[in-house]
């Protein structure tokens, strides 16, 4: 799904051209590179990075390898642009940030909540110290017993509801606070036998400044549920993904969708490249929310040793 989303934000850009797709089998990756008109395609990602025509790669690839493709691009002085996750472990994410630094590259990742014109508007505030933040509730719920994607397409791995979809919500929670994360409070129980995944979670995030934010999410969920409840001296906001609104005590508006935020995304790294300039939501501003989620992985390994995660190699 993400690879047609960036495919279809870049295939009408005049500054930009569709050089290369790597895929992982031939007939599927040929079939997409026809489709969407990229002048070559492989499935070696290696044999595309030493191409100097190419300037640029966006990694959409299984959250698992995301550490491995972006170091691989980076090495080759390729900018890139990351789907969420940034990688699976903050010793990961930290070595593909200081990778980039050290080559001087630009190095974006996929949050496409930061994208929003009303939540833009609202960072502002909270910048001038027009308005603050006191509690934020997010909500991650959906129905995905099988190791099915958004679009019914059948996965070759497994997705996580800690590092991939709650991810968002913190993200844009820790970015909204931007405060020291002073203590974190977490559940998950045990991998399901038929996924192989914790199914359900919670945890909470406490600031220096004694705010607070609660993420909670289940793949059990028969309702499609992607929100955020926030709570300032102010004013309370409901930022609802799936019905495509903000809400406030006064007003409601419309925001983007998630496929047309991943367009912003798409056209803010493009920009990026050309003016050599920091992404909206740079790897290095990641960072904080990628602590937070390492430091309740350790929380779960620590309780559930004998098991693993499809897509982590380490546990306890």
């Not at 040929?30 to 070559?40: D, H, L, Y």
């Not at 395609?41 to 191409?51: G, I, K, Q, R, Y």
């Not at 699976?88 to 990778?99: G, T």
Request: charged share 25%; net charge negative; with cysteine.
């Amino acid at each position: 799904m993400m690879g047609r989303w960036h495919s279809e934000a870049l295939i009408n850009r005049s500054d930009c051209n569709l050089h290369t797709l790597v895929g992982r089998k031939m007939d599927t990756t040929a079939a997409f590179a026809t489709e969407f008109g990229f002048e070559n395609w492989t499935t070696n990602l290696n044999d595309a990075l030493v191409n100097d025509e190419i300037d640029a790669v966006i990694i959409a690839s299984p959250s698992e390898s995301h550490t491995d493709h972006a170091s691989a691009c980076l090495s080759q002085n390729k900018h890139i642009l990351v789907e969420i996750p940034l990688a699976m472990s903050e010793n990961d994410a930290e070595l593909i940030v200081k990778l980039a630094k050290e080559k001087k590259l630009i190095l974006g990742t996929v949050q496409p909540s930061r994208f929003s014109d009303g939540i833009k508007k609202l960072k502002k505030r909270l910048r001038k110290g027009e308005e603050k933040i006191r509690h934020m509730v997010g909500k991650f719920y959906t129905h995905r017993l099988e190791n099915i994607g958004h679009t019914g397409y059948k996965r070759s791995w497994t997705d996580n509801l800690l590092w991939h979809h709650t991810l968002h919500l913190l993200d844009l929670g820790i970015w909204l606070l931007d405060q020291p994360v002073r203590h974190i409070q977490s559940f998950m129980p045990a991998s399901d036998l038929n996924t192989g995944t914790p199914m359900d979670i919670f945890y909470g995030v406490e600031t220096e400044l004694d705010q607070s934010l609660i993420l909670t999410g289940s793949y059990y969920s028969k309702q499609q549920i992607h929100e955020m409840l926030i709570v300032t001296d102010l004013e309370t906001y409901i930022l609802d993904l799936v019905n495509e609104k903000l809400i406030s005590s006064k007003t409601e508006e419309s925001i983007p969708s998630v496929q047309e935020a991943n367009v912003r995304v798409t056209d803010d790294f493009v920009s990026a490249v050309k003016n050599r300039r920091e992404t909206f939501a740079s790897g290095q501003s990641l960072l904080p929310s990628i602590r937070v989620l390492q430091k309740i992985q350790k929380n779960w390994d620590d309780r559930n040793q004998k098991y693993s995660i499809p897509g982590r190699s380490e546990y306890g």
